[in-house]
């Protein structure tokens, strides 16, 4: 009798007629849930309703069907079900954005391990998260799904959250493999991006998190890279991930990725998703025709195999559908505070000292944006406004103020059409900004202590962001403007809260508020985590993930984004038209702070910055030797030197020697580590293990990594630009690290 988990896999497959393996290589169908609306497109036979897909089972050899479920923010499952007054939510996490703000590995393993309860709790075998496309320009739609402009940064995050996830059992889909860097007519979409740039940053970060992570899943992403789709691909699917990272998971598709289905399944792309009957039927008739071989169908039906070994489901796992999500809350405010960036303090004017009430500004200090919308948002049970958060925390806020705020958003949101089904799952059009009358501004500015101004951007999956976006409106900069005035003519502070999720323009206004504090898009408990650091509960540690530009042209991608249509819309089979198009990815791996560093561009706040409510030294840096062998352990001592506890990180960039015609970036992120709670005068030593990979550049000529022989210089500091110790050491020779597959 042969069943999965009695008999080898190889057993198992071979047990299967044609028609039953061919079944597994797709799934059930779709179902799109959107907010609280009515489930859309084909509605399938839910074990978990809402969740973005499942497999079909095979009964008769103890194959289980597998549910997965979105997303890098929270488990995205529907929240009613018809017949039944429970509600089923999930908690709704900071963006992954926030998260890499934090720059503290431990923490973003913790907030893992609490998806992976919730995922597990809920029936979930597969989270389709973490997502770690690079952010290449402020105006990709997904950006806040993502962590950074850099791969070792983000790929260390995603490790970190796959680590936690999958402890709990339950397995991790990093995503979107590779280089969706943006929205726009991104079914068809062809990235036309250089090796050493494809190597170096888009795919850099992917193999972190497979080499340190293990993750159970990659999902292949929508678009093409140099002219083949990704899906489709045997060399990014096959020979780079397997062969030379050394990948051993499942490989799914994006929901109806690609076009070439036999080439999809010949690549490497062992499960079809959300998976459709025509699918099914190409599979069979290239089985027929010879087009594709039963062998490409047996690997791949094998590795789904092994995938349902490992799940809740094959475990028969007895999962309950009550979470813990109060336990959750706590690490999603905590994680909150952790990842929120201080800019700017001006004479220390936060923490507020609990003096006299506080006027609050903006459509978002009373209605705050937790994350963004489509599969990355999460169906939860409230969220908390920096009104709120405020509040609770004893501070006192000026009610006529926000009664008159209130009342704008309950009208505005009156009359905002009721979204069912995808629509509810599009970006959303944010609330106009409430034109104050000077005399309520300057009334606020007599009987408060300080104003706080809450800027808001919404964000999200299909669309990218409009370069209006980065900017703030003409409505924003006049309550700006005049809050200021009014408040500062009397001495008194004006604070600003970017409550976004993506970097938008400072520069231009920035010296018109006292204090600036990037929020970000920080989940559910978002208004008790600004609260906690604007009232010093918690000093403010996250560090910038992302540069600040002065403006959007400053970045070489500005000039071609989101790329241009090559031909006319086409309909794709049983999904959107898509128009063939392409990007040209000119910049090269000169992107973010890569650029803006080496070539000497100001930026309104540089990669890694952030403030805190005290002061750090990092002194006593120590190289393990001044020769490079085969690693180099580098050691710093922090210290807290200000009058508050806190946290700093210690952010190591390494400058490589340039060989003949082979720039290099001025510095680059090789290490980075975040210091316990360190109290006023204590301190602590940090310790950073480079290897030869850390020294190395991508040389596509050879088709290797290679370190270059030379003096590499060893940075250690607050942000890219405050280095505050550095050390020389040097590499005798040239050292070229093989085994990469050729382009
Ligand atoms: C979406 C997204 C992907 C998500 C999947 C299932 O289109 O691109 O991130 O996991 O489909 O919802």
Not at 245 to 251: A, E, N, Q, S
Not at 325 to 338: F, G
Request: hydrophobic fraction near 40%; proline fraction near 4%; glycine fraction near 10%.
């Amino acid at each position: 009798m042969t069943r999965l988990g009695q008999s080898s896999i190889e057993d198992v497959v071979a047990a299967m007629t044609l028609e039953e393996k061919v079944r597994l290589l797709r799934g059930k169908g779709v179902s799109i849930s959107g907010e609280g609306g009515p489930t859309v497109g084909v509605k399938m036979d839910e074990r978990v309703p809402g969740a973005a897909g499942s497999t079909f089972a095979l009964e008769r050899l103890g194959i289980p069907s597998l549910v997965m479920a979105d997303g890098p923010a929270g488990v995205r499952i529907a929240p009613q079900r018809e017949g039944s007054d429970v509600r089923f939510h999930a908690t709704a996490f900071p963006i992954a954005t926030l998260l890499a703000s934090t720059w503290d590995q431990a923490l973003v393993e913790d907030v893992g391990s609490a998806f992976g309860h919730e995922a597990k709790e809920y029936g979930i075998d597969v989270l389709l998260a973490p997502a770690l496309n690079l952010h290449r320009f402020p105006l990709g739609g997904r950006n806040f799904e993502y962590y950074a402009e850099d791969p070792l940064l983000s790929g260390k995050m995603a490790a970190a959250f796959v680590r936690g996830l999958q402890s709990q059992g339950v397995g991790a889909s990093i995503k979107h493999f590779v280089a969706n860097n943006h929205e726009w007519n991104r079914f068809a979409m062809d990235v036309k991006v250089d090796e050493r740039a494809l190597r170096e940053l888009y795919l850099r970060g992917f193999e972190i998190a497979v080499k340190e992570s293990q993750p159970w899943t990659v999902m292949s992403s929508y678009n093409k890279v140099n002219g083949e789709y990704t899906s489709e691909c045997a060399r990014l699917l096959t020979r780079i991930l397997r062969e030379e990272w050394g990948y051993d998971g499942l490989v799914v598709t994006d929901w109806f990725a690609g076009q070439d289905v036999a080439a999809q399944v010949r690549a490497g792309n062992d499960l079809l998703m959300p998976g459709t009957d025509a699918e099914e039927t190409e599979i069979g008739e290239a089985l027929a025709s010879g087009a594709l071989e039963e062998a490409s169908v047996d690997r791949n039906v094998a590795n789904l195999l092994r995938l349902a070994l490992k799940s809740p489901t094959f475990a028969a796992y007895a999962y309950g559908e009550r979470p813990d999500l109060a336990s959750s809350a706590v690490l999603a405010r905590r994680s909150a505070t952790e990842g929120m960036v201080l800019l700017k303090n001006d004479a220390g004017v936060l923490p507020f000292a609990g003096q006299g009430s506080l006027a609050l500004f903006g459509n978002h200090a009373y209605d705050l944006i937790a994350g963004g919308t489509g599969s990355g948002d999460v169906n939860k049970a409230y969220s908390v406004s920096l009104r709120e958060g405020l509040e609770a925390g004893g501070a006192k806020v000026d009610t006529d103020l926000a009664a008159q705020y209130q009342a704008h958003l309950d009208s505005e949101k009156a009359k905002q059409p009721k979204l069912t089904g995808l629509a509810a799952f599009m970006p959303k059009s944010p609330i106009v900004e409430m034109t104050l009358a000077s005399e309520l501004i300057e009334t606020a500015a007599d009987r408060n202590a300080a104003a706080i101004l809450v800027i808001g951007r919404t964000s999200g999956e299909f669309a990218d962001r409009e370069a209006s976006d980065f900017l703030l409106d003409n409505g924003e900069l006049s309550l700006l403007g005049r809050v200021s005035r009014a408040f500062r003519s009397r001495r008194k502070p004006i604070v600003c809260v970017l409550n976004i999720g993506g970097v938008v323009e400072v520069a231009s206004w920035r010296d018109k508020v006292d204090a600036l504090l990037v929020a970000w898009q920080p989940g559910q408990e978002g208004g008790h985590a600004v609260a906690d650091v604007l009232l010093g509960e918690v000093n403010p540690s996250g560090r910038l993930p992302d540069s600040f530009p002065m403006m959007l042209s400053d970045l070489l991608a500005a000039e071609n984004f989101p790329g241009v249509a090559t031909g006319e819309a086409t309909m794709r089979a049983g999904a959107v038209p898509v128009t063939p198009s392409e990007i040209e990815y000119r910049d090269g791996i000169w992107v973010g702070y890569r650029y803006l560093n080496t070539f000497d561009k100001e930026v309104a706040y540089p990669f890694g910055h952030g403030l805190s409510y005290a002061e750090f030294t990092m002194t006593d840096l120590d190289l393990s030797s001044e020769s490079f062998e085969d690693e180099l352990v580098a050691s710093v001592k922090v210290a807290n030197t200000g009058a508050h506890a806190g946290k700093e990180v210690a952010q190591v960039y390494i400058s490589a020697p340039s060989s003949d015609g082979f720039e290099k970036p001025s510095e680059e992120l090789r290490a980075f580590a975040k210091t316990r709670l360190l109290s006023p005068g204590e301190s602590q030593v940090l310790s950073f293990r480079l290897t030869l990979r850390d020294l190395a550049s991508f040389d596509a000529t050879r088709g290797s990594w290679v370190a270059d022989s030379g003096t590499y210089v060893l940075k250690v500091g607050a942000s890219s630009r405050d280095i505050r110790a550095s050390a020389r050491f040097r590499l005798a020779s040239t050292r070229v690290i093989g085994g990469a597959a050729k382009a």
